[in-house]
């Protein structure tokens, strides 16, 4: 029984250059969220796939964030041109599906550490 | 605009005793859902307990309980009989209906507990 795995778990990026986050969602989990921790800080939500559609990409930051899930599986979270205040713990969660008002079990990954130098 | 607050950075409590974690929330959505979620230094975001606004009863799971007032918006947790394995990071989290047009769940920035031997 697999959970939510993510890779790399940690990842150093110079400024100014692109960077992929991937996520494997527990298989057949239809909901999948991405969601940014600073340090010190709770989760903020980034965006959020049910199946492949992305249904909500209000958190994203800037348009140098990008976020995709083809196959409606593994998803990938994209920056481009990082900047130093990209630094955060980037976190994948996925669930069964979404009830109406919550009730679903969130099952989160281990996250990816970004520092952009 | 929807808020979670949690007042209290960390607390301490005695092993064997039960302790309160503070949440309050604001949101003018009338159907909504409240969560718990534990974060040990390993990283990993567990999910604790959920609450749906229309829910008569408060939730309970085990140790965990929510005491949930509507009109107070309040969703304190209660952890009862803690344990050393309790000590981590807890965030209170909100989610709207999906009938509002968003999936964004909103985390509080969490309180820190230490449970002493």
């Known amino acids: 029984g697999a959970g939510v795995s993510q890779s790399p778990r940690y990842k150093v990026a110079k400024r100014g250059q692109d960077v992929a986050l991937r996520c494997d969602p527990i298989?057949?989990?239809?909901?999948l969220f991405w969601y940014q921790q600073a340090l010190g800080q709770g989760p903020e939500f980034l965006t959020y796939f049910q199946n492949e559609a992305q249904l909500d990409k209000s958190g994203l930051p800037s348009d140098r964030f990008f976020a995709e899930r083809p196959e409606g599986s593994v998803s990938t979270l994209k920056i481009q041109r990082t900047q130093q205040e990209d630094s955060a713990v980037y976190l994948c969660?996925?669930?069964?599906?979404?009830?109406?008002?919550?009730?679903?079990?969130?099952?989160f990954g281990p996250g990816t550490r970004l520092l952009v130098l | 605009a929807q808020k979670i607050t949690q007042t209290q950075p960390g607390m301490f409590v005695q092993e064997k005793e039960a302790v309160t974690l503070d949440c309050t929330y604001d949101t003018s959505d009338p159907s909504y859902g409240l969560f718990w979620y534990k974060q040990p230094s390993s990283g990993e975001m567990i999910f604790l307990i959920y609450?749906?606004?229309?829910?008569?009863q408060n939730a309970t799971e085990g140790r965990y309980s929510l005491n949930f007032q509507k009109a107070r918006k309040s969703a304190n947790l209660v952890i009862s009989a803690s344990q050393l394995g309790d000590s981590a990071m807890y965030f209170c989290a909100m989610r709207p209906a999906i009938t509002s047009g968003t999936y964004k769940y909103i985390f509080g920035t969490g309180t820190r507990l230490k449970v002493l031997a």
């Open positions: 969660a996925s669930s069964l599906v979404l009830r109406s008002s919550g009730g679903e079990t969130q099952y």
């Open positions: 609450q749906g606004s229309y829910d008569q």
């Open positions: 298989s057949g989990h239809v909901s």
